[in-house]
């Protein structure tokens, strides 16, 4: 395939070209709101459900109701869809859409159920095999998700249905944005943009509703695709001139599957009140940046340039030696003209992602490094032997998933190391269940107690290959974590002393938990929440002193802790670290910015290094890298480098 995706000339008034754009009776853009509830996959899997919330979403005085289609082998690797090496997110999408999706023949009874009722049926397609069932059915038009923004081969086959398009710019940067709508206007398509924050659901100080404003000076029509908690902020975005608005739209808020959470009710989307103190928070800065919730989502959901077959190093790569795949982890498919022509760099299996370093020929590897304190890195199973053939680490860090605890250790380990390991027990566990340790609700509690059991049983299993470790560590988010707000102060006191009496009912002989240091937004499918527990320093030092607990220091974590509730950084560090016995270091901004490369970030490094050599010179460390791991470790071994020079 050879796309021509170059902008090409813009006319003067291009961003201000006036069309007529109708889907069914409404014209798009006229001094009326088009009003969509996105249904997607929140009728889980359930036929009838999705016939009721049609009812209920027409009732509600919605326009339109919208779903979603796929064809995962058409969408996702091969791998991927096996849960062959992915990461942790990506698992969970896949289990999900495996047992959410509906089949063709009920979509097109929905299609006809909702032209008796007189409400528009929209689907968003997830890849040209469901473009083309959808437009035989006759659809009005489509809509374009968040995740395929950047997907130009797919949004060609949209144009050239010439049927109207909606395109969400979640997850996307502003020159993402300003390529796809020159892409568009090119071929003569008729479009909307929404604003739109990629996470389920979205913090309000994320959302940023000026960047509407930005969006009405690329493209006249404009709308906002909301996923924030209620609906104020979507009622002020319609103060902002928006032409379509689109809201999720469930039967419970509380069921299984990432959107319920970031979705209205059929009351509150009829109600649609006023909220002046979230407008407020909601309304942001005129610049765009991706949060961290995005840039998880559009790891788990965007689209990547994939090797089509096995290939040599020195060959020179051709159209149809690449491919366009999910997850989102490499080279967006942007960068499919350049890559074509240029010579591979490396022997590459079928399916593995392309990266910059691929064009720009400046991919990091692995050196010795030397530190006054134990280090290591973080690993999963399957890329355990890649990083021992490169590195001599005092540590690995094994972080583990739900899949991971069902895997046979010795096929990826075998004979002894030398090393010393911990390891991080998973937050997300089959059925869309997150370990809490601390809940109230004792039959959640005793779940999470026999998984976390599970854990401390595959840890022992571990030691037989690493018997430097006397008494190996587990990190572990213990819970306490709530979805629309914090908890009082009594609720936190009856948290901390669940977690002790669970912690009473666990076998840890032999091992040793260490509870992390936690952010006050910690994110979770794909959206924030609200973590309550081993937040504060206070508290943290009031428990482990309670509970004979040493911590791991999430130093990312606990530094947007102090940017939230106002405390000094670096004096929390010198009340935390003494308790502590393990560190992930990585640098961190602002509220929500964790996990960036050592330096893009706001902490100093050498202020944190003195620190810890006077409070805990012996702990050990891993760099702490939001997806570190790809390219080799590349971003791992950039953080070494650059800590190498600062944490001594």
């Known amino acids: 395939m050879t796309l021509d995706c170059s902008p090409g000339r813009l006319e003067k008034n291009d961003n201000t070209k006036s069309y007529i754009m109708k889907i069914g009776e409404h014209s798009i853009g006229e001094n009326r709101v088009y009003v969509i509830a996105e249904i997607g996959n929140n009728h889980n899997g359930n036929f009838d459900r999705a016939i009721n919330m049609i009812d209920e979403a027409k009732d509600a005085g919605a326009d339109c109701v919208k779903f979603q289609m796929r064809h995962l082998n058409k969408v996702y690797r091969k791998k991927t869809l096996l849960k062959d090496s992915e990461d942790l997110g990506t698992e969970y999408v896949i289990d999900l859409l495996n047992r959410f999706e509906l089949p063709k023949d009920q979509h097109k009874k929905l299609f006809e159920y909702a032209k008796s009722k007189n409400i528009t049926y929209l689907c968003t397609p997830w890849d040209t095999d469901s473009v083309n069932f959808l437009d035989n059915m006759g659809v009005e038009a489509f809509k374009v998700a968040s995740a395929d923004l950047t997907n130009l081969p797919l949004i060609k086959s949209l144009i050239d249905t010439a049927k109207p398009l909606i395109l969400s710019t979640g997850m996307s940067t502003e020159s993402e944005i300003h390529k796809t709508v020159s892409f568009l206007l090119k071929n003569s398509a008729k479009f909307v943009l929404l604003h739109c924050n990629s996470t389920y659901p979205a913090p309000l100080h994320d959302i940023n509703l000026k960047w509407i404003n930005q969006l009405k000076k690329i493209h006249k029509y404009v709308g906002y695709s909301g996923h924030e908690r209620g609906i104020n902020v979507s009622l002020a975005s319609v103060s902002f001139g928006i032409c379509v608005l689109e809201r999720h739209f469930t039967q419970d808020r509380n069921m299984e599957g990432p959107d319920h959470a970031a979705s209205l009710t059929q009351s509150e989307f009829k109600l649609m009140v006023d909220g002046i103190r979230e407008i407020e928070s909601a309304l942001g800065g005129s610049k765009r940046k991706l949060s961290q919730g995005e ?19 020195g060959e020179i790569l051709k159209a149809d030696d690449i491919k366009v795949r999910s997850p989102g982890q490499g080279l967006s498919p942007q960068h499919f003209e350049e890559l074509v022509g240029i010579e591979v760099r490396h022997d590459m299996q079928e399916e593995d992602f392309f990266f910059m370093s691929d064009i720009e020929n400046t991919r990091i590897e692995p050196r010795d490094y030397t530190f006054s304190r134990p280090w290591g890195v973080p690993v999963r199973y399957h890329d355990f032997n890649e990083y021992n053939d490169k590195i001599s680490p005092d540590l690995y860090e094994f972080h583990l998933s739900y899949s991971d605890m069902e895997l046979d250790i010795s096929k990826f380990l075998n004979g002894t190391y030398k090393n010393d390991f911990v390891v991080h027990a998973p937050e997300l566990f089959e059925g869309s269940m997150l370990l809490d340790l601390a809940t109230p609700d004792n039959q959640y509690r005793n779940q999470s107690i026999k998984y976390m059991q599970e854990v401390i049983d595959i840890t022992k299993k571990l030691k037989t290959y690493f018997p430097k470790t006397i008494r190996p560590m587990i990190v572990t988010n213990i819970g306490g974590i709530s979805m629309d707000s914090n908890l009082p102060d009594d609720q936190v006191n009856e948290g901390y002393e669940i977690f002790k009496n669970s912690l009473k009912e666990l076998d840890l002989s032999g091992v040793e938990i260490i509870p992390q240091t936690m952010a006050p937004f910690p994110w979770h ?24 607990l040493r911590m791991c220091f999430d130093i990312s974590h606990s530094f947007l802790t102090c940017n939230h509730f106002g405390y000094d950084f670096y ?11 393990h560190f992930h270091l990585g640098d961190a901004y602002g509220v929500n910015g964790e996990g960036l490369q050592i330096g893009e970030g706001e902490i100093n490094f050498e202020l944190l290094g003195k620190i810890l050599k006077t409070s805990c010179p012996d702990a050990f460390f891993i760099p702490e890298i939001w997806q570190g791991h790809k390219n080799g470790g590349e971003g791992f071994w950039i953080a070494l480098d650059k800590l190498e020079k600062t944490l001594q």
């Open 295 to 313: 840039m998880i989502n559009r790891e788990n959901l965007a689209k990547s340039l994939v090797a089509s077959r096995s290939l040599k190093k």
């Open 525 to 548: 499918f794909g959206g924030q929440r609200y973590q309550n527990l081993f937040v504060h320093p206070h508290e943290i030092v009031e428990w482990c002193k309670k509970l004979n």
């Open 571 to 581: 004096e929390f560090c010198k009340e935390v670290a003494p308790h502590s016995v």
